[in-house]
């Protein structure tokens, strides 16, 4: 099956920024939906931005002003660049790949078909600490 592989995470200061990529094995020339999940330690998982396979994207309330996703479909990757990062981003974050299928929802924020019906990469480290 398909494997996702994000790259990218790491130890950052409180304000500083980050650059994470989702790679896709199957170098697929279909144009899919990219999610970014987080998840802290002892927190539920939550969706952090979506872009969808026509470039729009929806981002978290945390997420908004600080981070930007990005897709290529040449390569089928996805970055998510974060920036001004607090200690509140600590969390595993995973790149998800939905089908076409769910742009909708993805342009809305609604994470839940995306996070069911997705592929899921195996999640990077990201630690935001002084």
């Known amino acids: 099956q398909v494997q996702l592989v994000e790259s990218g995470g790491g130890w950052v200061q409180p304000g500083g920024s980050l650059r994470l990529s989702c790679a896709a094995s199957?170098?697929?020339?279909?144009?899919?939906?990219f999610a970014w999940f987080r998840q802290a330690p002892g927190k539920e998982r939550e969706g952090v931005v979506c872009?969808?396979?026509?470039?729009?994207?929806y981002y978290s309330r945390s997420a908004r002003g600080r981070f930007t996703v990005s897709r290529n479909t040449t390569n089928e990757t996805s970055v998510l660049q974060m920036n001004s990062v607090k200690p509140e981003h600590t969390a595993v974050y995973y790149c998800v790949r939905a089908y076409i299928m769910f742009s909708r929802s993805c342009e809305l924020g609604s994470y839940d078909q995306i996070e069911q019906s997705g592929y899921w990469g195996q999640g990077t480290q990201v630690t935001v600490s002084s």
């Open positions: 199957d170098f697929s020339s279909v144009n899919y939906n």
């Open positions: 872009i969808s396979s026509n470039g729009r994207s």
